[in-house]
């Protein structure tokens, strides 16, 4: 048997250069609560990303419950359901209805042009995706968005870093949501943020984010605890020295993957718009069972068999399952692309230190199917 490799692996930065990151918290005693490490990196972080304002939270998905309530979304909003959980259940979370649309066949986002048919006079916000970190088509949108009056948030957990036309994809719509969990091509253990567009609502984010705290007596916002600790806010400042180093390393396996996997029948390699800056959050290919000689699921197996370890991601859809599926914008019939596209997609092995010669034993497996023979 050979060694397991994995769908992923999270990227440390050296331990002995974290160390003194760790005396200064021993020295300060002061571990949460908008410390010096939390100001440090949220001025850090902003100034990487080529962002104005952002609010580093705890975790990813309490910063998508927190960006909903802090535009005091209600109602419906439409989204996809080709997503992490977390995308609807933050919507669940503040009982609000998610309606799902369709996805496009190339790029995995939500479908602009399915959008306006399933508005109704309770919706109040559109909650894209950018899918393994594609960006969405952020100028349609907007402009839907600003046709019926509502809000844009984006979950951004697979866009770190991504740029369009030399731009940030967060600058884009009202907010942008981001997750740095350990998987994550930049991680800080867990955490995540919010980036908003003005100094007003990175205030009002970071009331939410403390309980609704304006001082030491007053309460003015019903909040929640979702502050990232100084522990965290250290490591992600340290991981800023790191993540183009990350990040170039996933290039250049993704360039590998394309050029071992290009012309091989029945597997659709993921595109790169034209003027996107990709970081490769995931390595998604779509397996055409009848010019492959295999089903996805088949091949996700087999590969198991031989130590690779893929992931069937998104697999099943949202709207799949049970909170969500007896939802009317749930039925199949409504979503056959993104059906489609869940039955076909595997993300192979991707991560910062992942090894040219696994790229190059995942394509081989892959390409002359051993287990035929």
């Known amino acids: 048997m050979s060694k397991k490799i994995l769908v992923t692996q999270p990227a440390l930065p050296p331990l002995e250069e974290f160390i003194p990151y760790l005396e200064k918290i021993w020295d300060n005693k002061w571990l949460t609560n908008n410390g010096p490490f939390h100001e440090q990196f949220e001025k850090e972080l902003a100034a990487y990303l080529g962002v104005k304002y952002i609010s580093v939270f705890s975790n990813g998905t309490l910063a998508l419950i927190t960006a909903l309530q802090a535009l005091r979304i209600t109602g419906e909003v439409i989204?996809?359901?080709?997503?992490?959980?977390?995308?609807?259940?933050?919507?669940?979370?503040?009982?609000?209805?998610?309606?799902?649309?369709?996805?496009?066949n190339k790029y995995y986002n939500i479908d602009p042009a399915k959008i306006e048919a399933a508005i109704t006079p309770r919706t109040t916000a559109i909650m894209p995706v950018h899918v393994y970190g594609n960006p969405c088509d952020v100028e349609e949108i907007q402009r839907i968005a600003d046709v019926y009056g509502l809000r844009v948030i984006y979950d951004a957990a697979h866009a770190f870093a991504v740029k369009k036309d030399g731009q940030s994809v967060m600058n884009w719509g009202d907010l942008s949501i981001l997750s740095f969990h350990a998987t994550k091509v930049y991680n800080t253990i867990e955490g995540g943020a919010i980036v908003c567009q003005d100094e007003k609502t990175?205030?009002?984010?970071?009331l939410l984010k403390?309980?609704?705290?304006?001082?030491?007596?007053?309460?003015?916002?019903?909040?929640?605890?979702?502050?990232?600790?100084?522990?965290?806010a250290a490591y992600g400042s340290l991981q800023l020295k790191y993540v183009d180093s990350y990040i170039n390393n996933r290039l250049s396996l993704a360039q590998l993957?394309?050029?071992?996997?290009?012309?091989?029948?029945?597997?659709?390699?993921?595109?790169?718009?034209?003027?996107?800056?990709?970081?490769?959050?995931?390595?998604p290919i779509r397996i055409n069972a009848k010019e492959y000689g295999m089903t996805r699921d088949e091949l996700y197996f087999k590969l198991q068999e031989y130590d690779v370890f893929g992931r069937r991601y998104f697999y099943p859809l949202i709207s799949d399952f049970p909170t969500y599926k007896g939802l009317p914008s749930a039925n199949t019939a409504n979503l056959p692309v993104a059906t489609q596209v869940s039955k076909e997609i595997i993300c192979l092995p991707m991560y910062a230190n992942l090894s040219a010669e696994d790229v190059k034993r995942i394509c081989e497996l892959i390409e002359n199917k051993p287990w035929q023979k």
């Open 79 to 104: 989204t996809t359901p080709f997503s992490f959980v977390a995308t609807t259940h933050s919507l669940w979370w503040n009982n609000i209805k998610p309606v799902f649309v369709d996805i496009d």
């Open 202 to 206: 990175k205030q009002r984010i970071d």
């Open 210 to 232: 403390n309980f609704g705290f304006r001082n030491e007596t007053t309460v003015i916002e019903p909040g929640i605890n979702a502050k990232m600790n100084e522990l965290q």
């Open 257 to 283: 993957y394309n050029s071992l996997l290009k012309g091989i029948a029945g597997i659709t390699i993921m595109e790169v718009a034209e003027g996107v800056e990709h970081t490769y959050p995931y390595y």
